[in-house]
Structure formats: C-alpha cells, structure tokens
C-alpha cells in the first residue's frame, strides 16, 4: 500500500499512514531503553497520608483501614484547580479576553502495590480502579458547575507522571474541551445520517474485518483504530453501546477492564515497555438526554515522540506504522 490520507469517521479530521519505510514498525517497537524502576523506600505512595496527601475519599476494600486497603481515591496534593464551594465561577472579560476561576476537582486512585501496574493487578482490582473513578463521578456530576470529567493513566516520565508507584486520575471541569466537543458532533452527525452509533458501526466492522482486532471477550474489543494518529494506538471499547462511563453496569465494566488489561499486556511485552498514557473518552455530564449517540471508550498512546511542527501546525498527524501492522505485532 502507498501512503494514505485517512479520515477520523468521527472527528472529521484527517490523518498520513505513511508505509514508505517498511521496516519502521519494528525500528519502534525497540525505541525504548530499559524503565527505571524507582525504589518502594522513599515512595510517596506507600503511605500516601503519611507523605502529606489528603485523606482518602474512600478506599477498596470498603471500610478497609490504614493497613488493608487495596485502593484509595484520594484529592491530589497538588491540584491546579481549586476545589468548588458548590457555586460556579462567574466569567469576566478582560480586554478581549475571557476567562474564570479554574474550579474544578482533581483526584488520584492510587492502587496498593508499588511494582504492579494496571495489567498486573488481580481482575478484581483492575475493575476497581475503574469502578472507583464510577463511584467519584457520580459523586462530582452534582455539583452542577462541573461540565466534564476526564480520566486517564499516564504512565512513565515522558508520559507525564511524576511519581514511579502506579496511579490513576481524574480532572473535573467546568468547560467541555474543544476537542470533546468535535467528537461529540461528530458521532451526532453521524447518528442523524445513518440512525445509527458510529462507533458501533466501527465494532462490527473491526470484528468481521478482523485484521485489526487485538482482542475480545463478550463485554469489550480492542482493535488499532483505521485512522489511528499515532503509531501502535489502541482503543478499547465495550460492545454494548453505553454513552456515559459512570453508568455502565458492573459486568460491562469488567469486561472492558479485563480487555484493558490484555492490551496493556500487550503494548508492554511486544513495544519493549514503553511509557503510555490511556485516557477514557466519554458524554459530558449537562444535557444526558442530548449524548445518547455517543459511545463512551479507553484510548491507549504509546508515548514515541514529541509532536513535531507539521503536526502543530496543522493538527495533522503523520503515522509511520500501518495500523494493520500495528495490530499484527500487538497480537503476538
Ligand atoms: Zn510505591
Ligand atoms: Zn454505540
Ligand atoms: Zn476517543
């Protein structure tokens, strides 16, 4: 296949698969050196309060204490957004500009042991962590000033994290980002034109096309997506058509925490263990009853390089590996 533009069925926009360099998949898949594994004594994780973080908001198992618990959803210690006092910031203008008060809630889940990362935990815990940010977003959405709510892990220093023992967060905000919003008029354009999800479109094609299916179980699938940005993006998606994260009944969640799990396994053995950031994609909390079309998801980024000035000029990415080829390595 030569070069290809590639349209986002959702977003519109468009990408490069760029397959003049046949040997570039494997020249990535051994891009990273060996992870530096931080030291469990001096880890601020181990004993999060002990290390001046808030107390938790709560912990799994519930009702565990200080010894015993698993997870703890917890504030973090250094929020960029101040906590809300159950009132929304007003807007003002300044010169032409606009802005108001960050408010907003930024929490952590942090799970117990320092040398498992989201594929090493038992299923059980794996589910909690996600059944745990469940639990806190529904806790969030009534504040009424709240708008979005994004989570996501990453995981290593060039992906963003500060601290070694693995963790998890979630930032609540009061604006739906512009990108969110593409998304979502995306997949309702798409909706008003063929009555159809567009991403359930996408499941079923994926799993009677196969060649890029990396994994699935009744409840989720994990595919490269066709128009992927980056090189080795992988999403995960349940197969039932839920809109919103925070009310995906236990086994759907399950499922696609399992499906996670096999992904991250996979990035990890057959990418040379590379930092990543996984993210969940889902409707914005106001006007429920207006995002029944949209398909709520888990994207996985490989972190290979910065964005270069092509893509920050233009928004377009260029990606060097085939999805297929993608997929047909992350299968291994
Ligand atoms: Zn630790
Ligand atoms: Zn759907
Ligand atoms: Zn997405």
Same mark, same amino acid.
């Given at each position: 296949?030569?070069?290809?533009l590639r349209q986002d069925?959702?977003?519109g926009d468009w990408i490069i698969?760029?397959?003049?360099? @046949?040997?570039? *998949?494997?020249?990535?898949?051994?891009?990273?050196?060996?992870?530096?594994? !931080?030291?469990?004594? /001096?880890?601020?994780?181990?004993?999060?309060?002990?290390?001046?973080?808030?107390?938790?908001?709560?912990?799994?198992?519930? /009702?565990?204490?200080?010894?015993?618990?698993?997870?703890?959803?917890?504030?973090?210690?250094?929020?960029?957004?101040?906590?809300?006092?159950?009132?929304?910031?007003?807007?003002?203008? %300044?010169?032409?500009?606009?802005?108001?008060?960050?408010?907003?809630?930024?929490?952590?889940?942090?799970?117990?042991?320092?040398?498992? %990362?989201?594929?090493?935990?038992?299923?059980?815990?794996?589910?909690?962590?996600?059944?745990? &940010?469940?639990?806190?977003?529904?806790?969030?959405? @009534?504040?009424?000033?709240?708008?979005?709510?994004?989570?996501?892990?990453?995981?290593?220093?060039?992906? /963003?994290?500060?601290?070694?023992?693995?963790?998890?967060?979630?930032?609540?905000?009061?604006?739906? *980002?512009?990108?969110?919003?593409?998304?979502?008029?995306?997949?309702?354009?798409?909706?008003?034109?063929?009555?159809?999800?567009?991403?359930?479109?996408?499941?079923?094609?994926?799993?009677?096309?196969?060649?890029?299916?990396?994994?699935? %179980?009744?409840?989720?699938?994990?595919?490269?997506?066709?128009f !992927?940005?980056?090189? &080795?993006?992988?999403?995960?998606?349940?197969?039932?058509?839920?809109?919103?994260?925070?009310?995906?009944?236990?086994?759907?969640?399950? /499922? =696609?925490?399992?499906?996670?799990?096999?992904?991250?396994? @996979?990035?990890?053995?057959?990418?040379?263990?590379?930092?990543?950031? &996984? &993210?969940?994609? =889902?409707?914005?909390?106001?006007?429920?009853?207006?995002?029944?079309?949209?398909?709520?998801?888990?994207?996985?980024? *490989?972190?290979?390089?910065?964005?270069?000035?092509?893509?920050?000029?233009t928004?377009l990415e260029?990606?060097?590996?085939?999805?297929? @080829?993608?997929?047909?390595?992350?299968?291994?």
């Amino acid at each position: 296949m030569s070069s290809e533009l590639r349209q986002d069925l959702v977003s519109g926009d468009w990408i490069i698969v760029s397959t003049n360099r @046949k040997d570039r *998949p494997r020249q990535f898949a051994k891009i990273f050196k060996k992870r530096k594994v !931080s030291a469990k004594s /001096g880890c601020p994780f181990e004993d999060p309060q002990k290390n001046g973080n808030p107390e938790p908001i709560f912990v799994y198992p519930k /009702g565990a204490g200080k010894n015993d618990w698993k997870i703890q959803i917890l504030g973090n210690k250094y929020p960029a957004l101040s906590r809300p006092v159950n009132t929304c910031a007003p807007v003002f203008k %300044n010169g032409p500009y606009t802005t108001t008060e960050a408010l907003g809630y930024q929490d952590l889940a942090i799970t117990r042991d320092h040398h498992k %990362n989201f594929s090493d935990l038992p299923l059980i815990e794996a589910t909690q962590v996600l059944k745990g &940010f469940q639990e806190r977003y529904n806790m969030i959405l @009534k504040d009424s000033c709240i708008s979005y709510i994004s989570i996501f892990q990453n995981w290593g220093p060039t992906a /963003g994290a500060s601290v070694y023992h693995p963790h998890y967060q979630s930032i609540a905000i009061p604006v739906v *980002p512009l990108h969110i919003k593409i998304s979502i008029n995306g997949s309702d354009r798409f909706y008003k034109e063929h009555k159809k999800c567009v991403y359930c479109v996408m499941i079923e094609h994926e799993i009677k096309n196969k060649r890029r299916i990396i994994y699935e %179980n009744e409840e989720a699938v994990v595919f490269t997506p066709f128009f !992927s940005e980056s090189p &080795f993006e992988v999403r995960v998606l349940p197969k039932k058509h839920f809109s919103y994260f925070e009310d995906t009944p236990e086994k759907a969640l399950k /499922g =696609t925490a399992a499906a996670l799990q096999y992904a991250l396994k @996979k990035v990890t053995k057959n990418l040379n263990d590379p930092d990543y950031n &996984f &993210f969940i994609h =889902t409707a914005p909390i106001k006007n429920k009853e207006k995002h029944t079309h949209y398909h709520w998801h888990i994207e996985i980024r *490989p972190k290979f390089f910065n964005i270069a000035g092509f893509e920050l000029g233009t928004n377009l990415e260029i990606n060097e590996v085939d999805p297929d @080829k993608a997929a047909k390595i992350l299968r291994k």
